[in-house]
């Protein structure tokens, strides 16, 4: 691995189009696999806010044409946009929960044989993913409270907006495990593995 190249993210960029990288020791392809991770987890979060900006937009168009429809009902029309963020977030939160040790795990105990500037740039990233999956914890759980607050803690309502995601939510499942899976077979990675069926039990 040309340390030049890496930097340069031309590794991940091929890992992640799926294209084999032959490369000889399992330290190497674990930190272009925390670079997929990274890349990954940097559009899912772009993602988040593009919709939240849309929850704004919904808001102010609303508000500056003075449409006849309350706060609350207003809330409600834009619930999806949240749960969308939601899902985001989780999706988030569960590829650095699960993919981020493995993929630490060679890295780390190949420290004295990596340069020591890679090395620094895997503890820094290391250290952001984890920090953001911590942040994001707590805005699913500001979401998930608003949404209980919404509707009275209606049970069954909350269930039945979910279940009208459903669509969604598996549409943004099936993009990231696309990307999980060209990249893991490009650095044949086969123990990183992208469950869907864990999201879909927590959505």
């Known amino acids: 691995m040309e340390y030049g190249d890496f930097i340069k993210q031309k590794y991940m960029k091929m890992a992640l189009k799926g294209t084999k990288l032959p490369l000889g020791k399992q330290w190497e392809k674990s930190l272009i696999g925390v670079q997929c991770l990274f890349s990954i987890n940097a559009k899912l979060m772009e993602n988040a806010m593009k919709t939240i900006d849309q929850v704004d937009d919904e ?62 740039w895997f503890i820094g990233n290391k250290k952001v993913l984890e920090d953001s999956a911590e942040e994001a914890k707590k805005q699913i759980k500001q979401i998930e409270n608003s949404l209980h607050d919404c509707f009275k803690n209606d049970q069954a309502k909350v269930k039945e907006i979910r279940k009208s995601m459903v669509e969604t939510y598996n549409k943004v499942n099936a993009d990231v495990k696309s990307y999980v899976e060209k990249f893991t077979d490009a650095l044949d990675l086969k123990e990183i593995v992208f469950d869907e069926g864990v999201l879909n039990a927590n959505g």
């Open 59 to 120: 808001f102010n168009n609303s508000f500056s044409n003075g449409l006849a429809m309350s706060f609350d009902a207003k809330a409600e029309q834009t619930l999806p946009f949240y749960l969308k963020v939601e899902h985001y977030l989780k999706v988030s939160t569960y590829l650095v929960e699960t993919a981020l040790p493995k993929l630490s795990m060679p890295i780390i105990q190949s420290k004295n044989e990596i340069d020591t500037g890679i090395y620094a």
